[in-house]
């Protein structure tokens, strides 16, 4: 439920991770089998949201737009225990900036 942007060592993260930018991302999802998957490989995973910007969001494998699965290498399938948007803060700014309020309150 929560994205936390980070200013980014260029020299460390390839462009591709941080679409050529100076900042990255990361959110820690909610889901056991995930966060399994993610230990077990032992270095963080690379993905985009579940929708397109400005789409609907998924809350099934069947919401996720068909053009969007053909772009990833694989998907867990399962129910999003959260129906609403994450909160993106950047904390890449100072005061921290509230990008989008979603289910995750910060105050």
Request: aromatic fraction near 2%; proline fraction near 6%.
């Amino acid at each position: 439920g929560l994205t936390v942007i980070l200013k980014c060592k260029k020299d460390k993260v390839p462009a591709i991770v941080r679409a050529s930018g100076e900042s990255l991302a990361i959110r820690l999802p909610d889901h056991t089998d995930l966060r399994r998957v993610i230990e077990a490989v032992g270095v963080p995973i690379i993905a985009p949201s579940a929708n397109f910007s400005g789409g609907q969001t998924p809350v099934t494998l069947d919401m996720v737009e068909k053009d969007l699965v053909k772009e990833v290498d694989f998907v867990v399938d399962g129910r999003c225990t959260m129906e609403g948007v994450s909160t993106i803060i950047d904390t890449t700014v100072l005061p921290f900036k509230i990008i989008r309020q979603g289910v995750v309150e910060v105050i």
